[in-house]
């Protein structure tokens, strides 16, 4: 004959059960939602972004990590009503999903010195 499970290890069962549930809920969760969202890199300096040109796919959520070295600068993609400044030696983060193909350009909006005007990117999305 065996012996029925002590109060306390009937509780710390249910109490491992309790919290075991919703944490296997959430993990189905994250499963679903599908892979995590390309990081593309983008550095400015004067004056210009290196990449210049960058591709994505329509309804595809990306991260852009703008960053850069030499003076405050902005990044503007106005036709996705988005922009970050940019402040030297910290990186900037912006979440897109383009909504529509085409071609559309980047530039910086923040006067950054004598070839700003020039300091443009064009992003390409399919």
């Known amino acids: 004959m065996t012996k029925p499970p002590s109060f306390l290890s009937k509780r710390r069962t249910m109490l491992m059960a309790a919290v075991a549930a919703p944490l296997a809920v959430a993990g189905l969760g994250r499963a679903a939602a599908g892979p995590a969202p390309k990081t593309i890199r983008i550095s400015a300096k004067k004056f210009q972004f290196i990449p210049a040109e960058v591709k994505l796919k329509r309804g595809e959520e990306v991260i852009l990590e703008l960053s850069t070295q030499d003076v405050l600068m902005g990044f503007s993609l106005p036709d996705f009503k988005t922009r970050a400044d940019l402040v030297p030696g910290k990186t900037q983060t912006l979440r897109i999903t383009p ?3 085409g071609e559309f350009v980047f530039l910086c909006d923040v006067f950054c010195g004598s070839g700003h005007e020039d300091m443009s ?6």
């Open 99 to 101: 909504d529509k193909t």
């Open 121 to 126: 990117g064009k992003l390409i999305v399919t």
